[in-house]
């Protein structure tokens, strides 16, 4: 399994929100606390991605280890952005590795990163994938994640409003592989989109501020800190600066605790 977070809100370097808390996803790299039985490490690779005030994206990848990368720390203090999207990246058996598989993946104005794996892969996304076109495949990286960033993308360039997207896509891929992971993690600089499905998903709110992320970091409520809420799983989470919804990717749907 990977690490993920995304972050809305004022303007921080990316190494107050990566490197410098407690518990950071540079620590996650080689001591997550909730694997979930997917590894030990995630040391193959990591990425970050920001949004700029024009709204154009950039990002950051290394196909080694976090920690190893002697460049990127001094990167994140420099960098300040509204929007953030990063990954440390434990890669699924039998997966390439490399720095253009880390995550976030990107397209325009999105980012993206999967947190998990897709059963029986590669035969059983064979139906799914035939919705691209012969471009998109020829053009995907060899993985997972990389599939399933097409068929998100193909739908939202078909003008599906994120939320829908993303749900759709995690249950047509659980019918197709039902002992997949499927914790997915969406960006567009206004707005976070993330799923619950078989791992682990927790929501900071601050007043000016939305953080979601894989495992809580930084100081907590015991210590004088901000809540961090766990999401329930099977569930989406749609959230900005200012709401964040819960809807069961069953039949409930639920508000997020004050």
């Known amino acids: 399994m990977c690490r993920h977070l995304a972050y809305l809100g004022t303007p921080v370097p990316l190494a107050?929100?990566?490197?410098?808390?407690?518990?950071?996803?540079?620590?996650?790299?080689?001591?997550?606390?909730?694997?979930?039985?997917?590894?030990?490490?995630?040391?193959?690779?990591f990425g970050a991605g920001w949004f700029r005030d024009d709204g154009t994206t950039g990002v950051y990848r290394n196909g080694a280890a976090m920690w190893t990368d002697t460049s990127f720390p001094g990167l994140a203090r420099d960098l300040r952005s509204s929007a953030v999207v990063a990954a440390v990246r434990s890669a699924t058996v039998g997966m390439p590795v490399g720095p253009e598989l880390c995550a976030p993946l990107t397209d325009g104005r999105w980012l993206f990163s999967h947190n998990g794996k897709v059963g029986g892969w590669p035969d059983s996304l064979a139906k799914l994938a035939a919705r691209l076109d012969p471009a998109e495949l020829l053009t995907a990286q060899p993985t997972d994640s990389a599939v399933l960033w097409a068929l998100l993308r193909r739908s939202l360039a078909d003008g599906a409003e994120p939320g829908t997207a993303m749900a759709e896509l995690v249950r047509d891929v659980h019918t197709a592989a039902p002992d997949s992971r499927l914790n997915l993690l969406l960006g567009d600089g206004t707005r976070i989109v993330a799923t619950t499905w078989t791992h682990s998903l927790w929501v900071r709110r601050e007043p000016d501020a939305v953080t979601v992320a894989s495992e809580p970091f930084g100081r907590?409520?015991?210590?004088?800190?901000?809540?961090w809420v766990e999401i329930p799983d099977r569930r989406l989470v749609v959230a900005d600066t200012e709401h964040t919804e819960i809807v069961s990717l069953g039949e409930d749907s639920c508000e997020f605790p004050s």
């Open 16 to 45: 107050e929100l990566l490197l410098d808390p407690e518990h950071s996803l540079l620590e996650q790299s080689w001591a997550p606390n909730d694997m979930r039985g997917g590894g030990t490490v995630n040391a193959d690779g």
């Open 220 to 227: 907590t409520a015991e210590t004088g800190g901000t809540r």
